[in-house]
């Protein structure tokens, strides 16, 4: 009767932890799947592990939890900081030189 119990008891708990469990269906380029597995494949690591992993740091970091670049490896703060920079560089805003030998040059470069 005892090992009836148990049994009982590991199928109820084995049931209760699948209904927990959700699924999640996600769109995505076919090219960025295949090299997405081919990845992880030689990480040891299924897509639904990583996934997993991905979802449960969010969580702990309460944010995302890698670096978002743009496909420059810049942020987006970074790239519009760059642009506004070569903006005012053609207007001749925040710009040095031109400088007539390597001599002077060298020294601003030794400054920044």
Do not use: C, W
Not at 46 to 52: H, K, N, V
Not at 71 to 89: D, F, K, R, V, Y
Request: proline share 4%; net charge positive; aromatic share 4%.
């Amino acid at each position: 009767m005892q090992h009836t119990h148990a049994i009982l008891f590991i199928a109820l708990n084995f049931i209760n932890l699948i209904l927990k469990m959700s699924n999640i269906h996600v769109r995505i380029k076919d090219n960025t799947k295949k090299a997405a597995i081919k990845v992880l494949d030689e990480m040891g690591i299924d897509m639904s592990t990583a996934i997993t992993m991905y979802l449960h740091q969010i969580v702990i970091t309460q944010t995302i939890p890698f670096r978002l670049v743009t496909e420059n490896g810049l942020t987006p703060q970074e790239e519009q900081e760059i642009l506004m920079a070569s903006a005012e560089a053609k207007r001749g805003i925040n710009v040095k030189g031109p400088f007539k030998t390597k001599k002077p040059l060298r020294a601003h470069l030794t400054t920044l």
